[in-house]
């Protein structure tokens, strides 16, 4: 990266795709195969009945993860080292404690579907198939310097656009989906309410907080030109300009795939009564006989895709929130002898992440507890992030436009209206 054109030098002119990094990478880890497997579910459980929350999610994620972005854009600090420097060190633990905790079952969740997809591609022993997975990205994680390792995660985003051709190849009545997004079929129930809260979990999480600042703080080390803002106002214009940009198209492109995956499940597996899917494999193998070899084949690849980006993020987001709350050197571009503590926590976190599949977990309730897991983690950190960025101590006059303020504390009323409705339902 430190070769290339910086995008926010002045006199540079990119093009789009040079432009995108830190959002459209977080913005693609959301389609994780977790995020599969919760939006399989709701569109076999419900069809297009949450189609329009696909929807509605757009600028409130793009609101929120500008907010991450501009934390460690602004102050040079990733997110969790910036909330210990400005509060009580027990609500920095209780908060690094529950991500990690999200991340771990997420984690498992991810590289376990992984192993189980490239099962139903070609056959053979699918724990081995994990082992291999959560290895193959430790080790380019530790050896492969965030500079060119960024750079394959970015081309990785591309493989989201399977889930764009398994909707070609399927036949989508795009009347009765319009139709539903102008006038959602919404259930009033129980079960709908879960299903809502679910996919408000998956797609709001707190990793992709600690990403995404991380990568911002990430991206000025390796752009030498670049400088915190604090320190350097004068880069704000070209900056904040490439992350409005990046944020936008990232979240917005996260959020059509997860539309086209809803679709998916609505048209081919709910439409011929089969709405009790278990896991993102479970969703690709229940398309092979509904939809054909090709639709099966481009689902279970666009998982193993997905998972190769995702579980990097997720594990690269557990050690940057730990080494941050506990006041760690972290960095993928530093040599693992040089922040030993974010290197093992990354390691840690790989392993927990293989040997959680050795556990009889039923895929479901897995899914479940990450989900309750997100939601109680991430009310207080989104409550944080919009409190730091409001106050010019930390953001000195980058607080935050009251667009981008609006947004932000719509995104974090719809989480805390969704934790409550988790906590309303449970046990049913």
């Known amino acids: 990266m430190a070769q290339q054109v910086d995008s926010e030098q002045p006199g540079s002119k990119p093009s789009l795709w040079r432009r995108l990094s830190a959002g459209l990478i977080t913005g693609a880890a959301d389609d994780d195969p977790s995020g599969i497997a919760t939006y399989s579910q709701v569109g076999a459980a419900f069809g297009y ?24 854009r602004v102050t040079g600090y990733g997110l969790m080292h910036g909330i210990r420097k400005y509060y009580p060190r027990p609500l920095v633990y209780v908060l690094v404690i529950s991500i990690i905790a999200a991340n771990a079952i997420n984690l498992a969740a991810d590289i376990g579907a992984m192993g189980a997809a490239l099962k139903l591609l070609i056959g053979g022993p699918s724990f081995l198939y994990t082992i ?61 309410a879960v299903g809502l809260v679910a996919l408000l979990g998956t ?85 092979r006989p509904l939809a054909g070899k090709l639709a099966f084949a481009l689902f279970a690849a666009g998982i193993i895709g997905t998972g190769l980006l995702a579980v990097p993020v997720l594990a690269g987001a557990t050690a940057y929130a730990a080494a941050g709350a506990f006041h760690q050197r972290s960095g993928l571009e530093l040599k693992p002898h040089d922040a030993k503590f974010f290197y093992g926590v990354l390691i840690a976190a ?54 981008l303020k609006l947004f932000g504390w719509l995104a974090t009323a719809a989480m805390s209206a969704a934790a409550v409705v988790m906590f309303v339902t449970w046990g049913h």
Not at 156 to 168: K, P
């Open 350 to 403: 790989s392993i927990g992440g293989v040997l959680l599949n050795l556990m009889p977990l039923d895929p479901v309730k897995a899914l479940y507890w990450s989900a309750v897991i997100n939601g109680v983690a991430a009310v207080p950190l989104m409550i944080v992030m919009m409190l730091m960025t409001s106050r010019r101590k930390v953001m000195d006059k980058f607080t935050l436009p009251w667009p």
């Open 203 to 287: 797609t709001i999480s707190p990793y992709l907080f600690c990403w995404q600042a991380a990568e911002e703080v990430e991206e000025i080390h390796a752009f030498k030109a670049r400088q915190p803002l604090k320190r350097a106002p004068w880069q704000a214009p070209r900056a904040l300009s490439r992350i409005g940009i990046d944020t936008s198209v990232g979240m917005i492109f996260s959020n059509l795939i997860a539309f086209f995956i809803i679709l998916t499940a609505a048209v081919v597996l709910h439409a011929h009564g089969k709405t009790d899917i278990q896991s993102s494999a479970d969703a690709a193998q229940a398309l």
């Open 49 to 72: 009945g949450m189609l329009w929350s696909i929807l509605l999610t757009i600028p409130l994620m793009i609101a929120i993860q500008g907010v991450s972005a501009g934390i460690g």
């Open 132 to 192: 291999i997975f959560s290895v193959a990205s430790l080790l380019l994680q530790i050896f492969i310097p965030f500079s060119r390792y960024s750079a394959f995660l970015k081309a990785l985003t591309l493989s989201l656009f399977a889930y764009v051709a398994t909707v070609l190849v399927v036949h989508v009545p795009w009347g009765a989906v319009l139709k539903s997004i102008v006038m959602p079929p919404i259930v009033w129930s129980a079960s709908y």
